[in-house]
């Protein structure tokens, strides 16, 4: 069997590399499935591939992003002789193969019978010979060259020129030279062989330097852009995750790159939005209305999806506000508050239901009237207990009302390019695209857009304000966001509703649990179960406040009988930090109603 050929890897993130091409095919490329794999970005997963053609081996581009170079020249598939160099993207390789030596492509310059060059003055006629005849040995020299350069057995470094043999100097070589200029016998002669010498002179002159300093070398894309560029053909099939991980290399090894940072705040957007449709999907298949439209309702504005995510939330927002009547009936005679907020809830999703409005204006006259209106085991009167109800009352934030819509609003809306920032929350360029019309208006119209103009710098201030004070003081971060929330219901009529309600829900849940532990209970409820309403969950706030119910509920039964005014202030808040379905809050409003000390409470003056 022939010798294989070797491939050496004299260049590049691989050098000093060796593999020997045993295989009738070898595959050459950056990916993990080709025969040789290549660390170089700029090479292409598939490259090139080299087949085994007897006892050559043939090179052949497989249409690779930056081709192939062989010895510098680009090339599409030819055959390969020893020591030839292959050039694919930033790597060099070497190829090796005694036996696919290059052939000689011309008859030698000097044959080897054919007489010495020295003898070939006697042959001349008598008037042509030189005074005295010595051997050429610049002509030797050179054909001693040429015949090495074209020796079968020769290798590319033997081809490379021998320094030029000094010009003769002793007597002898002036009889040459006397001999060479009588050749050129008259001064006319000799000015047109100088001249033409001078001419070639400086036209490879001119090669040498166009060669080395003025051809282009090849252009290959840096390692950011073609990550930059592969997170665009992801993006464009929808294949956020994959774009994302390309986006951040790139923002990674070009960290000026702003549109790269752009990108990966998008693709997040858009797996965000993926996840809340799937989810959404979920939920509608399992006809949970609700939490449906929750989730249509988390997909931001300058998603791609949320076009699509706002046709699913109004066809099915009518079904949503059924649902939640129907829980709002089942909960209206133990948790009129949170009834109430249910019934506020489905007029948001369909505004046009009588049923939830008819609820709203005669809650009693909907209640089951089998259902008790106070705990059964309750020994006391109905107005004894109304009474010390009365001082249990949690006075609950008042829920998030979306302000009647002005003409500012009516303003952003007629205004494309700030709607079109506004929806991508860059309000600094919504309120400049507002103040750049407003300069074509005069009048009322002027005012109008200067107006919406000054909204929009009052919502962003007030947001960044909020996201400034969430770690610290998150209650003054609460009051912020309802400020921005009924901002944005004033300028755009809701669009960012569904941002601003979930960044409100956080800012809830830290000041829930700031406040627990602060030591301000009834705060850290009312807090939590705002939370809730917005749909960040009550941060686990609820189960510590239950926890703390029990405690001072045992505490109470503990200097019951010392002191029974101490014990139902430890009753009272409980009742004031837990739910009203609680066990701990049944238990602790039993014990004030039945308890019966030697001193009159204060709270039956």
């Known amino acids: 069997m022939a010798e294989a050929a070797v491939l050496h890897v004299i260049g590049g993130n691989d050098r000093g590399k060796l593999f020997e091409l045993t295989r009738a095919e070898t595959r050459i ?20 591939t080299i087949l085994r053609e007897g006892s050559r081996y043939r090179l052949r581009d497989l249409g690779s992003g930056n081709g192939t170079l062989l010895n510098s020249q680009k090339v599409d598939t030819v055959l390969l002789n020893d020591g030839d160099q292959i050039e694919l993207g930033n790597t060099l390789m070497r190829f090796d193969h005694g036996a696919s030596k290059p052939l000689a492509s ?24 030189p005074a005295t005849s010595a051997p ?4 030797a020299s050179l054909a001693a060259q040429a015949a090495a350069s074209e020796s079968p057995d020769a290798t590319p470094s033997d081809a490379i020129s021998n320094p030029v043999a000094p010009l003769p100097t002793s007597s002898t070589d002036r009889g040459a030279l006397e001999f060479a200029f009588k050749l050129v016998d008259t ?20 090669i040498v ?23 665009l053909r992801q993006f464009a099939t929808g294949d956020y995750a994959q774009a994302r991980l390309s986006f951040a290399e790139a923002a990674k090894l070009e960290p000026e790159s702003a549109e790269a940072k752009r990108y990966v705040r998008q693709c997040d957007t858009e797996v965000n939005a993926k996840n809340a449709m799937d989810s959404a999907q979920k939920s509608l298949a399992a006809q949970h209305y609700v939490d449906a439209e929750k989730a249509l309702s988390s997909v931001e504005s300058i998603s791609v999806r949320h076009d699509s995510a706002m046709v699913l939330y109004k066809k099915n927002a ?18 009129p508050k949170a009834a109430s907020d249910q019934l506020n809830d489905a007029l948001r999703y369909d505004p046009e239901s009588r049923e939830a409005r008819d609820l709203l204006s005669h809650p009693q006259k909907n209640t089951t009237p089998t259902t008790p209106s106070t705990p059964v085991f309750v020994k006391q009167s109905e107005t004894t207990v109304s009474k010390k109800h009365k001082e249990v009352d949690l006075a609950p934030l008042p829920p998030l009302k979306e302000e009647k819509i002005s003409k500012g609003g009516g303003a952003l809306i007629e205004s494309r390019v700030a709607m079109v920032a506004y929806r991508g929350k860059d309000f600094a360029t919504a309120e400049s695209a507002l103040r750049q019309d407003a300069k074509t208006q005069s009048g009322k119209q002027a005012q109008r857009l200067n107006e919406a103009a000054n909204d929009l ?11 400034g004070e969430e770690q610290k003081s998150p209650d003054q971060a609460v009051k912020d966001y309802q400020t921005a929330f009924n901002l944005d219901a004033k300028v755009s009529r809701g669009v960012q509703a569904p941002y601003i309600r979930g960044k409100l829900g956080k800012a809830q849940n830290s000041w829930a649990q700031q406040a627990f532990q602060q030591g301000k209970l009834d705060e850290a409820f009312r807090a939590a179960r705002e939370g809730q309403k917005m749909g960040t969950g009550d941060g686990g706030v609820l189960k510590q406040l239950e926890g703390k119910a029990v405690e001072l509920t045992n505490k ?5 009988k010392s002191n029974l005014t101490q014990a139902k202030s430890y009753w009272r808040m409980v009742l004031k930090i837990v739910p009203d379905n609680s066990a701990t809050y049944l238990k602790a409003y039993n014990l004030i109603n039945n308890s019966v000390g030697p001193h009159k409470d204060e709270d039956e003056d």
């Open 29 to 48: 490329g950056r990916g993990t499935d080709q025969d040789l794999v290549l660390a170089d970005i700029a090479i292409s997963r598939r490259h090139v």
């Open 106 to 129: 011309a008859a030698p310059l000097v044959s080897s019978t054919r007489p010495p060059a020295a003898n070939a003055a006697n042959t001349m006629p008598p008037q042509m010979k």
């Open 136 to 139: 050429p040995v610049r002509a």
């Open 187 to 206: 001064r006319v002669k000799q000015i047109a062989i100088f001249g033409a010498m001078a001419v070639m002179l400086f036209v490879g002159m001119g």
């Open 209 to 231: 330097v166009n060669r080395f300093f003025f051809v282009k070398p090849q252009v290959v894309a840096s390692d950011a852009e073609q990550a930059y560029r592969q997170g």
């Open 318 to 335: 009518q079904a949503a506000s059924v649902e939640l009547i129907d829980l709002a009936r089942r909960t209206m005679s133990t948790d």
């Open 457 to 467: 710098k009052q919502l962003k201030s007030t947001l960044d304000r909020a996201q």
């Open 556 to 560: 109470g039964l503990n200097v019951q």
